[in-house]
């Protein structure tokens, strides 16, 4: 009876603020959101004829994730659920962007775009899909999702599950009334002992936790580490800015061009999080009287700063990359992903914010691969960085090492699962 009302309280709260979420997305996200406007049905659970027909065969297993890093994050484990299991993968997503990749690269049967979190609207892909499993990614706990998939029979699980400290702080408050989502769920496979820890002091039963290690660090590597490119060989060394978050160009632009007047070959890619904010990125060196050059323009090898005006493909600007300094760190976002530029073996550079990463970030620094700076300090981190190659080379090597140290979330996760659809 107490779940019922939580349930109902809940959808009522999703009812009254759905036409403002609405509104709010047309008025700040409407560029974002208006590139996926053809998969408007599917957020209101209506699939197409031809997706129901393929759902009538073979067995599913419905993974959800939100945005364009957790779905990275999973690739390989989403393209080695196939392999290992026989089973097909739907894989629904909110973000346009995570929707656009995941598509293009086809790292799923079915790709969709995520339903609006109301129960009649969940459980019509529910019916249509008849999943064994649902995992849901990270620390995605959408209610309805996760009711309706322990209604339709699915096994229920999260997959790469974390919490961070903040979250866990609000977690907290609302502990009483999180046995409800407890509940749904057969299993978690979280990252590491201190998620597992905060899930347990949040209710969870401990038996149901399990940990298995990240699924960011099983990304594809390439097949030795970076050399001397050809740009450095012509003596342009190339610094990648990945990532960055509002407000961070303005504060991390005056570091780079004092490099600049010491480096004079020096290259800057400056890549932001958000394709949405390339405009304002350019206003901003417009202001300052400085040139900077859009990657979709052209060619940009000679260029002093380049905008990566692109998404889905940051792992190509890291290839040319000799240090790697990572967004979100130096205002207050909590970091960005560092793997990605670590398994290249390319040194890493972040700032004091890298809460939502702090796992991987100490593993980073505690085998060599990377530091971590306050903004005052960055200037001769990075002087040293471009001056010492050796130092740069150590530190690439020490990165690739710590993300090839840790691989192998993915078997382990696979493993746990299949030993839950077979109990």
């Not at 999973?74 to 995570?98: C, D, N, R, W």
């Not at 990657?295 to 998404?311: E, I, Q």
């Not at 691969?369 to 190659?389: F, I, M, N, T, Y």
Request: glycine residues 8%.
């Amino acid at each position: 009876m107490k779940s019922r009302w939580i349930f109902r309280f809940y959808n009522l709260l999703v009812l009254i603020a759905l036409p403002f979420i609405v509104v709010g997305v047309m008025i700040r996200w409407r560029k974002r959101f208006a590139r996926g406007m053809e998969r408007w049905p599917e957020r209101w659970g209506r699939l197409s004829g031809e997706q129901q027909a393929k759902f009538k065969t073979g067995v599913w297993w419905w993974v959800h994730a939100v945005s364009l890093g957790e779905v990275k994050a999973i690739e390989v484990f989403l393209t080695q659920i196939p392999k290992q299991t026989g089973a097909k993968v739907l894989l629904s997503v909110v973000t346009p962007e995570a929707l656009a990749w995941a598509v293009e690269r086809q790292i799923a049967d079915d790709i969709i775009a995520a339903p609006v979190d109301l129960p009649w609207v969940v459980r019509r892909v529910f019916v249509a899909v008849k999943p064994k499993l649902f995992a849901s990614v990270e620390s995605e706990f959408w209610p309805n999702l996760l009711r309706e998939a322990k209604r339709s029979g699915a096994r229920v699980t999260l997959v790469n599950g974390r919490i961070s400290a903040h979250s866990y702080k609000n977690y907290k408050r609302i502990k009483p009334i999180l046995a409800v989502l407890w509940d749904c769920f057969d299993l978690l496979a979280v990252r590491q002992q201190e998620d597992a820890s905060r899930f347990a002091e949040l209710g969870m039963p401990q038996k149901g936790i399990h940990v298995t290690g990240n699924l960011k660090y099983d990304l594809p590597l390439p097949k030795s580490p970076n050399g001397t490119s050809a740009l450095e060989q012509r003596g342009t060394l190339t610094v990648v800015i990945g990532s960055t978050r509002e407000g961070e160009e303005k504060v991390l632009l005056p570091v780079m061009q004092k490099l600049k007047s010491r480096f004079s070959t020096l290259r800057v890619i400056w890549a932001p999080r958000h394709i949405d904010r390339v405009g304002e990125i350019e206003s901003l060196f417009a202001s300052l009287a400085l040139p900077i050059i859009r990657k979709s323009n052209g060619s940009t090898a000679v260029a002093s700063h380049v905008l990566w005006d692109s998404m889905g493909d940051l792992i190509e600007a890291y290839q040319q990359a000799d240090i790697a300094l990572v967004g979100g760190s130096f205002v207050q976002k909590g970091g960005q992903n560092p793997i990605e530029p670590a398994g290249l073996s390319i040194p890493v550079v972040f700032g004091p914010s890298m809460e939502n990463f702090l796992g991987i970030s100490e593993v980073l620094i505690q085998q060599g691969g990377a530091r971590q700076v306050a903004l005052p300090d960055l200037e001769h981190c990075l002087s040293e960085l471009l001056e010492k190659k050796d130092v740069r080379l150590s530190m690439g090597r020490r990165a690739r090492q710590a993300v090839e140290s840790r691989q192998g979330a993915s078997d382990k996760t696979l493993g746990l699962l299949k030993g839950l659809l077979h109990a």
